[in-house]
């Protein structure tokens, strides 16, 4: 089983703003591959299915943005599964928009999130898709940024953005499962 966790903030007020391009992503994975995110537990609204073949559950933290590590625990220890076999998508102010990157492990560079992740999981040993949703020009305003919606000409090239992370959240299964597989053939990470 493999945990696919979407970062962003609950409510309509946050829906699309910057922040919840995760939520974003999550949503358009699960409804891609007909996985209802109906269920509500471990703090997080989630669903299970059949991605790649692999089983996964992708669930979207209720917690707030700055509280996500507490839903990936909990269901981290529901589903016995360890942080190797978890990928957390999330906004990066570092990537310009649109941009998106791949990571295995590392330091959260200021995400709050990903920072909550980290400290209650115990590790950063986990896989990451940062998606980039650009930088304001006063670094004043880096909380506003995020919390407010996409411009209209950032909305014309969402829908792609959001289209390239499934994908490569869809590559990344597949490699992580390919990993795992060898890992537990030869012990280590």
């Known amino acids: ?18 922040h919840n391009i995760g939520f974003l992503i999550a949503d358009s994975l699960a409804e891609k591959q007909q996985i209802a995110l109906s269920q509500s537990k471990y703090k997080a609204l989630y669903g299970e299915g059949e991605i790649e073949g692999c089983q996964v559950m992708i669930a979207k933290p209720m917690t707030y943005m700055n509280n996500s590590g507490q839903a990936a625990k909990l269901i981290l220890s529901a589903l016995r599964i360890s942080p190797n076999q978890v ?7 570092d990537l310009p928009l649109g941009k998106i990157k791949i990571k295995t492990k590392g330091g959260d560079a200021g995400q709050l999130g990903v920072r909550s992740i980290t400290e209650k999981l115990g590790t950063d040993q986990y896989y990451r898709i940062r998606v980039g949703v650009g930088r304001p020009d006063d670094p004043e305003d880096i909380v506003d940024y995020v919390l407010t919606p996409f411009t209209e000409s950032e ?9 390239g992370a499934v994908l490569r959240v869809e590559g990344t299964l597949v490699e992580m499962n390919k990993r795992n597989n060898l890992t537990e053939e ?3 990470w």
């Open 186 to 188: 030869n012990g280590e």
């Open 155 to 163: 909305n014309q090239l969402l829908n792609e953005v959001i289209e």
């Open 87 to 93: 990928l957390v998508i999330h906004d990066d102010i």
């Open 1 to 18: 089983m493999y945990l696919i966790i979407g970062l962003g903030n609950p409510g309509p007020r946050y829906e699309l703003t910057r």
